[in-house]
């Protein structure tokens, strides 16, 4: 969610500044600017929509200067504009700003009171006159910003520039990612790491409360406390290269058929095939002693909780409680001596997620994590970490870091399982074996891919779509239906299978198509009778199963997608396959943006 990007440089920085916004694309934003400082002027360029309406601007009225900040905006308060886009600029001050300032009316009304005038509707603008005010009242850019950041209530990254002081940029964070790069006569400021990757390797976290003043020679980062400090410098291992399609029409598709490779080597750090046993990384904490587990995560991390509540249960015993991020706290969750609470994130950086982490902290819980991201705000945070290998995800919509997510907690469940003393030996090697067996099996799911793509004209036309799935499918069926009301726009939802005579069944008429998720297996027989409510009134199916399932289902479906024989264990993986292309070629179908779908953020960094 929004990007922000800053170049202290030893030469011009706009076309760098812009290449560095189309990496954080993939976070999600409906307007972009940059501003460059040049020759005593701060030389201002924004434009709604795509960035490509911003590179016009750019090529019509360019932006020269060695020195510039940059951002691609979500919009909060106010408008997707160009007025209302990112830098915002006084007199004195240019800023770009990533999260939320939940005082800002506050502050304006303040500021409004002195005078000032503002020309947007955001909250970020405050930010830029507090801190103009005090560089009017004679303060240097470092003590105005001391002075203003205690001033600020929520959740904030900052790039600032200095009119007066062309050689320099400040930078803060507070509940928002940010990032230090360095480079031989540059210092940059970003996102992620990945908006800096074709700059440099060489980057430092900042720290919740850290600011820092950079110019082209060094960094200079002081703690919230405004105490100097030193942040470790790490080589941050992102790869320009992953910002490319190769072969493939989207990044979506591209990130769907990588999950082989991905699932492999997020299983190989959690698996021995030597033994065939579970091996987690070494933890400081005898997970065997654990004797609840809450789940929190958001949107499709939050399915793969759903999913793995289904493994805790069943292999180790261990009752579970699951949570959305964003009700988690307001609940007033029972937090039990002797709980891990598991929080489950792409990015590590999900607001809620995180907030809802230092509640648990706070509440003596141990904290685990599942992330894609080992260098994260919650990865540092967390006392067991459990890194997924996915690798970047550029679509918004999440493929490949799910299913690299129920790798990881597959194997967690297993192991768990193993300590409490839940699995025999046998047992274990048994399910190593399955998991092992994981990328074949999505290999040969990828194999229908051109049946799914000549299927989806079918539902392309639709409204409404229902997903049915009973057991771990049915967090699937969520699943499914989050993908593609996402990408291709049409109202979808997911239903566990027998409650859909619970009130879902007034839905179905011959234009809803169903689909059904369910392999064969001893709830199977269920599935068909449900099945056949739907087709006696109307309705259109799509049965995605394994060959004895659909022979078992007989005729009546609209369609049928086939998928190989598996352990119920690694279905929840296997099956997640075609319900993502399936969302994917719908989209296509429909002409959708499928890579960066209307007013979705990759990573939401604000509640």
Not at 26 to 33: I, K, P, T
Not at 90 to 99: I, K, Q, W
Not at 495 to 506: D, F, T, V
Request: glycine share 8%; hydrophobic share 40%.
């Amino acid at each position: 969610m929004c990007g922000i990007i800053g170049i202290v440089g030893n030469h011009a920085v706009a076309d760098r500044l812009v290449d560095g916004l189309k990496r954080m694309e993939y976070r999600g934003y409906d307007s972009a600017g940059i501003c460059t400082l040049d020759d005593g002027e701060m030389i201002r360029r924004r434009a709604e929509g795509k960035l490509s309406n911003l590179v016009a601007e750019l090529a019509e009225r360019p932006a020269p200067g060695d020195v510039g900040i940059a951002h691609t905006r979500w919009a909060t308060h106010g408008a997707p504009t160009s007025k209302n886009a990112h830098p915002h600029a006084t007199d004195h001050v240019a800023l770009v700003h990533n999260g939320i300032i939940e005082n800002f009316r506050a502050l304006r009304d303040e500021l409004k009171a002195k005078g000032r005038t503002f020309e947007s509707e955001t909250d970020s603008e405050v930010v830029a006159h507090l801190i103009s005010q005090e560089v009017e009242n004679g303060a240097s850019p470092e003590d105005a910003v001391k002075a203003v950041l205690p001033r600020l209530r929520g959740a904030f990254a900052l790039a600032v520039a200095f009119k007066s002081y062309p050689d320099m940029l400040i930078g803060a964070r507070l509940g928002s990612p940010l990032v230090v790069g360095y480079e031989d006569g540059e210092t940059y400021l970003g996102s992620d790491a990945l908006a800096l990757a074709p700059l440099t390797q060489q980057i430092a976290y900042l720290e919740e409360g850290d600011w820092v003043v950079i110019t082209r020679e060094s960094a200079t980062i002081y703690d919230a406390e405004n105490a100097q400090v030193e942040r470790e410098t790490k080589h941050s291992g992102a790869s320009a290269a992953a910002m490319e399609k190769g072969e493939y029409r989207h990044f979506m598709l591209k990130e769907i058929f990588e999950q082989p490779t991905v699932v492999a080597q997020t299983l190989g750090s959690y698996l021995r095939q030597s033994d065939r046993s579970v091996a987690l990384p070494q933890l400081d904490v005898d997970l065997g002693e654990i004797n609840r587990v809450t789940i929190v995560a958001c949107g499709t991390s939050y399915y793969a909780g759903l999913v793995a509540k289904y493994w805790f249960e069943q292999f180790a015993r261990l009752p579970v409680d699951i949570d959305v991020a964003s009700e988690f706290r307001y609940r007033d969750p029972v937090l039990e001596p002797g709980g891990l609470a598991l929080f489950i994130s792409q990015s590590g950086e999900t607001a809620d997620t995180l907030a809802a982490l230092r509640h648990c902290k706070e509440n003596g819980q141990t904290i685990g994590a599942v992330v894609n991201v080992p260098t994260s705000t919650m990865a540092r945070e967390a006392d067991v970490l459990l890194p997924t290998h996915a690798g970047p995800e550029i679509g918004v919509a999440s493929t490949k870091a799910f299913t690299c997510q129920l790798a990881v907690l597959a194997a967690l469940a297993a192991h768990m399982a193993v300590k409490r003393g839940r699995l025999s030996r046998a047992q274990e090697e048994e399910i190593v074996e399955h998991l092992l067996e994981t990328p074949a099996s999505l290999n040969a799911a990828l194999d229908h891919d051109d049946d799914i793509a000549a299927m989806a004209p079918l539902i392309a036309p639709a409204r409404d779509v229902l997903y049915l799935g009973r057991g771990q499918d049915y967090p699937l069926a969520m699943e499914g239906a989050l993908k593609l009301k996402e990408i291709s726009y049409i109202h979808a939802e997911g239903y566990a299978s027998g409650e859909m005579k619970h009130g879902p069944i007034a839905l179905i008429d011959e234009n809803v198509p169903v689909i059904v998720i369910a392999p064969s297996g001893p709830l199977f027989e269920k599935t068909v009778s449900n099945m056949q409510e739907v087709s006696a009134r109307g309705g259109k199916i799509v049965l995605i199963s394994d060959a004895e399932g659909i022979a078992e289902a007989g005729e009546g479906c609209m369609a049928t997608i086939e998928m190989p024989h598996v352990h119920p264990l690694i279905a929840p993986l296997v099956y997640a396959v075609p319900v993502q292309l399936l969302a994917y070629h719908v989209a296509v179908a429909k002409g959708t943006d499928v890579d960066q779908p209307r007013n979705l953020a990759k990573s939401v960094t604000v509640e």
